[in-house]
């Protein structure tokens, strides 16, 4: 076993946890679960085992003991059964940076081939297909041709000010693809010179992290940035909060990074774009690495009540506090189950609320809670922030005109 992929700030975090398990009241997995295993103060006493046994300095702060191969395992196992929400770090009183800590392991646990033979999958997908799932790259942007008046050349243009980065799971997922729909259509329709990447996107790199490949990481990153950079834009739209949060701390910062939230929200006071009357009761879910990771709050929730007619209903827990949908950090590749659980927790939420939808802005939720909604018949709808203000969009050209961006 290695430790090479954390750093001394982080070795020592490992010694400061006063094992107060704050960390567990609030950790998803293990209210899902009700597996105390699965939480971060577990995971820390592991990890002070991890490092135990290792010569000179760090023997002398963590003792001689080490485990063997079952145990590993058997902790690998708790490790990837994380959605990454980053919770626990929140209430940390000592303030561990937990999140990152849970990468590094990660990366560790990889390098010391103890990990879920789902990583395999992922790696191989990404290496062979540049996105997370294993479909043809070339097939990136084939949503566009589903779309009702798409221009002819499908949003992918020689040159542009901004590109919009739309994400492997947008690209891919049926569920998921009415959020480019939505904002190709919000952006065309507000005259923004944008372009897609198409088959020149590849991931983010966020699985590649998430299933500790952070070797292959580099790669992925200069080439997006080395394509965008071709295109001319000096702006990049993410609807993916998960692609956002890797570009904006992984990625040497050339451009300028905004999330659909924020962009569309600078487009409304710039009366860009013209909102009608929407009479809807929302409540609003904040996705992981858009809430807690981005520290991007109140944007969303401004863009919400830009709409007339639009009431929107706190969660109990919202904001920094806000539970995860169960979708972060692979979950969803390594235990379904659990992550089905954890998204089940989420919809009662919602339904405590009394809201008719609950609105999110990310592909990765819309997908987790929409699907447990569906199968279990529950009534509530589910939308991304994009599709909710589409709803509300004025039509710049009017019903019947024959325009291709005029809508039903
Ligand atoms: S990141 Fe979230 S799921 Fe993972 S240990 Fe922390 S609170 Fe639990
Ligand atoms: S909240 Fe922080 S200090 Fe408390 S048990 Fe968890 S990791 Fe340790």
Redesign the pocket.
């Given at each position: 076993m290695a430790h090479a992929h954390f750093t001394v700030r982080q070795l020592f975090e490992m010694s400061?946890?006063?094992?107060?398990?704050?960390?567990?009241d609030v950790c998803p997995a293990v209210s899902a679960s009700r597996d105390g295993e699965l939480?971060?103060?577990y995971?820390?006493r592991g990890l002070e085992k991890f490092v135990r046994g290792r010569s000179g300095f760090f023997r002398k702060i963590f003792g001689k003991k080490t485990c063997d191969a079952e145990r590993w395992n058997h902790f690998s196992d708790t490790v990837f059964r994380c959605t990454l929400c980053g919770n626990?770090?929140e209430?940390?009183?000592?303030?561990?940076h937990?999140k990152e800590l849970w990468i590094s392991l990660r990366a560790d646990l990889v390098q010391a081939r103890y990990f879920p033979r789902k990583i395999n999958k992922i790696r191989d997908n990404l290496e062979e297909s540049h996105n997370v799932f294993g479909e043809d790259n070339e097939e990136r942007a084939e949503w566009v041709e589903e779309m009702a008046g798409a221009p002819e050349d499908g949003y992918i243009r020689e040159k542009a000010e901004v590109v919009y980065f739309a994400g492997c799971v947008a690209a891919y997922f049926p569920l998921a693809q009415k959020i480019p729909v939505a904002l190709a259509r919000i952006l065309e329709s507000s005259g923004v010179d944008f372009t897609l990447l198409g088959k020149d996107e590849w991931c983010c790199g966020f699985p590649l992290l998430g299933a500790g490949l952070k070797d292959m990481f580099q790669e992925f990153a200069a080439h997006n940035l080395d394509m965008v950079r071709k295109k001319g834009a000096d702006k990049v739209v993410f609807a993916c909060p998960s692609c956002y949060q890797m570009w904006r701390e992984h990625y040497p910062q050339t451009v300028q990074l905004f999330h659909g939230t924020q962009f569309l929200l600078s487009l409304v006071k710039d009366k860009r774009i013209k909102l009608r009357d929407l009479p809807l009761t929302v409540t609003y879910h904040d996705p992981c690495d858009l809430g807690r990771g981005a520290r991007v709050f109140e944007q969303p929730r401004e863009l919400i009540r830009s709409i007339p007619g639009v009431r929107l209903v706190e969660l109990a827990d919202n904001r920094e506090a806000c539970a995860c949908c169960g979708g972060g950090g692979n979950l969803e590749m390594i235990d379904a189950e659990l992550s089905k659980e954890i998204a089940g927790r989420k919809i009662a939420d919602v339904l405590a609320t009394g809201a008719q939808a609950v609105v999110t802005s990310c592909q990765q939720c819309v997908r987790t809670m929409a699907t447990f909604a569906r199968r279990n018949k529950v009534p509530v709808e589910v939308l991304d922030i994009t599709e909710l203000v589409l709803k509300a969009l004025k039509p710049v050209f009017p019903k019947g005109s024959g325009h291709p961006l005029s809508r039903e």
């Open positions: 400061a946890c006063t094992d107060c398990q704050a960390c567990a939480s971060a103060v995971r820390i626990c770090q209430v940390c009183p000592v303030g561990i937990l």
